[in-house]
T-cell receptor, first 115, second 112 residues
Framework: ETGVTQTPRHLVMGMTNKKSLKCEQHLGHNAMYWYKQSAKKPLELMFVYSLEERVENNSVPSRFSPECPNSSHLFLHLHTLQPEDSALYLC??????????????FGPGTRLTVL | DQQVKQNSPSLSVQEGRISILNCDYTNSMFDYFLWYKKYPAEGPTFLISISSIKDKNEDGRFTVFLNKSAKHLSLHIVPSQPGDSAVYFCAAKNSGNTPLVFGKGTRLSVIA
């Protein structure tokens, strides 16, 4: 596998379920990101991890809980979600560091539907 | 308030002609700009970028122009091909380890 992979690609869950999204990057990058893409809205940054430490948390509700066990893996744990949380969840990775020209590479996304 | 704006939600262009996608930004601290392309059911794919020290960057059929005084950038695709049909996102960032800020995207349709 190369690039950034995400599983599952599609997920349907009830409001009381607990599920997790998984992201894996094979690019040797040091930074990983979770984004949410809702219809007719810009990509919304949710979380940033650099060298496995969370460096950004954009006021995301606590029902979303990220985990970064190592620089290649990123999880998003979901609990007690609302129907308005239905969206495409995208993972990205980048080299990280202080370089201004830090390009992010995205996975294919997980299409989440909350019933 | 949106810091990166793509005011045209969609654009249709004839095959072989030029496609011009526009993007405006409000934050004068942005100094690195990127274009991503997204097909349905796939994640965004990096296309081309430009640093604020340049006003033009070219890669094959794709050219990005940056007008810092107008806080405006554009992506030119010439000649346009049906496979270019996708949603194009403009993104911008400050120097250092700062996150990208994305526009809402423009859906390009290239008609054969």
């Amino acid at each position: 596998e190369t690039g950034v992979t995400q599983t599952p690609r599609h997920l349907v869950m009830g409001m009381t379920n607990k599920k997790s999204l998984k992201c894996e990057q094979h690019l040797g990058h040091n930074a990983m990101y979770w984004y949410k893409q809702s219809a007719k809205k810009p990509l919304e940054l949710m979380f940033v991890y650099s060298l496995e430490e969370r460096v950004e948390n954009n006021s995301v509700p606590s029902r979303f809980s990220p985990e970064c066990p190592n620089s290649s893996h990123l999880f998003l744990h979901l609990h007690t979600l609302q129907p308005e949380d239905s969206a495409l969840y995208l993972c990205a990775s980048s080299q990280g560091g202080r370089a201004g020209t830090d390009t992010q590479y995205f996975g294919p996304g997980t299409r989440l539907t909350v019933l | 308030d949106q810091q990166v704006k793509q005011n045209s939600p969609s654009l249709s262009v004839q095959e072989g002609r030029i496609s011009i996608l526009n993007c405006d930004y409000t934050n004068s601290m942005f100094d690195y700009f990127l274009w991503y392309k997204k097909y349905p059911a796939e994640g965004p794919t990096f296309l081309i970028s430009i640093s604020s020290i340049k006003d033009k960057n070219e890669d094959g059929r794709f050219t990005v122009f940056l007008n810092k005084s107008a806080k405006h950038l554009s992506l030119h695709i010439v000649p346009s091909q049906p496979g270019d049909s996708a949603v194009y996102f403009c993104a911008a960032k400050n120097s250092g380890n700062t996150p990208l800020v994305f526009g809402k995207g423009t859906r390009l349709s290239v008609i054969a």
